[in-house]
């Protein structure tokens, strides 16, 4: 069967900007922001973008559509000059599908929580115009104390552990909705849909928060750099983010480009995909701070941020309630666009390597993921909370495995393969449909060999240190997983 190809850059740039902007870009990038020095860390983000993100960006691009197959077969298939490349190389791709695998269990999960979050909020207006005749609902057309936005937490996701597996289980049906109709007629067309809508409710929720009184002391935090906060520790946190923010690591470039035409310009759609996370990401922040000094709220309350404090701060809005709907539907379109593309990752693997029918592979992956993943994920803070795997919790033990073993060593290998396999194959590869100079390419090509296998190790030592920001903060449910809703 001749391979399916994106219909156009526009839809490949736009299905590649929602696999990468996810919970990393609307949820963490903003508390990580409020947490280390503000204004310097968005500086110093947008520098790490263009330095270390986009470089990254194009190795991934370039073992995806020069192979034009799944993420595993990508690293072993026949190279013009190479002969045949060393079965080794696989592992490189087998890790990142079990990476995958890993950021599901517990992503899906969160995108449950959001949905609960709708709900309990549709419920608290209905209750509200009912005269409160519905209990259970989350009313925010009046001021909400801190209490018993802390209380809601605890009893509607802490401590309802079949409540969000129900949640849970329709966020995995949505995504099998779109997931089987392919990867032209259902990811790339669904995206062409979703994007513009998760633009749409981005700009909305910005334009309201900056007119909020006291907006403008959140604008200044947010943009005026604290050069006292930048250090060397400083740099580290960042490129972690933004290699978390561009879902690196985990076969999703891979798997996506290798639908790409070959005269297609990797440059290009790479500068692209960075410039239009960043532009994301930053664009949150206008959406987050503005509201949080309005309503007089700590900017630095951590990975809790977006489900127990900024509640508090849209129940001092007019209008609060419709605004927190606006809100979590935005980071659930966000998680559809990136849970769709991790699936189809371990789809891919099923279908061209295992040859298995595609709706096969997708029922096998998804129901796998739920039943091996998402359920324990679900109940770990509950029924399972005295099961630890290696001292972890279930939700902790995914998140610790994909997050910081699997997917940074899954770029390292990739870069090596890159700059030490495939060497000049990997920059004819990259000249397809750009006519770059070749001094530039060969720049990228020594950069990558040279240059980024010592950040992304830097990076892998830091976590197994524990010094990561994300390991810092104490987070909503457990230490390690509600930091690490990354990628996304």
Wanted: charged content about 10%; proline content about 4%.
């Amino acid at each position: 069967m001749r391979r399916q190809i994106w219909s156009n850059r526009l839809t490949y740039i736009l299905t590649v900007a929602g696999a990468t902007i996810g919970f990393g870009a609307t949820w963490r990038f903003p508390y990580l922001v409020g947490e280390h020095g503000g204004g310097a860390y968005v500086a110093v983000f947008v520098l790490a973008m263009l330095f270390v993100g986009i470089p990254i960006i194009l190795v991934e691009n370039v073992i995806g559509r020069r192979a034009h197959t799944n993420s595993i077969d990508a690293f072993g298939v026949q190279g013009k000059h190479k002969g045949r490349i060393a079965g080794f190389w696989k592992l490189c791709g087998y890790m990142g599908v079990l990476g995958a695998f890993g950021i599901l269990a517990y992503y899906m999960v969160i995108g449950g929580w959001v949905i609960s979050y709708i709900a309990h909020i549709v419920q608290g207006v209905v209750g509200a115009v009912a005269g409160g005749s519905l209990s259970g609902g989350l009313d925010l057309s009046m001021p909400l104390q801190k209490a018993a936005a802390l209380d809601f937490y605890e009893s509607h996701i802490n401590n309802a552990p079949w409540q969000i597996t129900l949640y849970t289980l329709v966020f995995v049906a949505i995504n099998w909705l779109i997931l089987r109709k392919g990867v032209i007629d259902g990811i790339e067309r669904s995206v062409k849909y979703l994007m513009p809508l998760l633009l749409l409710c981005l700009l909305l929720m910005v334009a309201r928060n900056l007119t909020l009184e006291g907006a403008m002391e959140g604008v200044k935090f947010y943009l005026v750099p604290d050069f006292s906060a930048i250090s060397p520790e400083l740099f580290l946190y960042v490129i972690g983010q933004v290699f978390f923010a561009l879902s690196l690591g985990f076969g999703v470039m891979i798997t996506l480009s290798s639908h790409l035409d070959k005269q297609e310009n990797l440059i290009k759609t790479s500068l692209f995909t960075g410039v239009i996370n960043t532009f994301i990401a930053v664009l949150a922040g206008f959406m987050i701070f503005p509201s949080l000094f309005s309503a007089n709220l700590a900017p630095d309350s951590g990975p809790s941020l977006v489900f127990k404090v900024l509640p508090i701060a849209f129940s001092h809005m007019h209008f609060g309630n419709l605004f927190a709907i606006v809100f979590f539907t935005l980071l659930l379109i966000a998680a559809l666009t990136t849970s769709i593309t991790i699936y189809q990752v371990i789809i891919a693997a099923l279908e061209e390597k295992y040859k298995l029918p595609s709706k096969k592979a997708i029922n096998y992956t998804l129901l796998g993921v739920f039943v091996l993943g998402n359920i324990p994920c679900a109940l770990s803070s509950s029924l399972l909370g005295d099961v630890s795997i290696a001292g972890k919790s279930v939700f902790d033990f995914f998140d610790f495995i994909s997050g910081n073993i699997l997917f940074v060593l899954t770029a390292l290998l990739a870069s090596i393969f890159v700059g030490f396999v495939l060497k000049d194959e990997a920059i004819e590869e990259l000249s397809n449909g750009t006519s770059a100079p070749r001094w530039l390419l060969k720049g990228w090509f020594y950069y990558v060999r040279y240059c980024i296998p010592v950040l992304i190790i830097a990076i892998f030592i830091g976590g197994l240190l524990d010094i990561k920001p994300e390991s810092k903060p104490k987070p909503v449910q457990s230490s390690q997983a509600m930091q690490m809703i990354q990628v996304f």
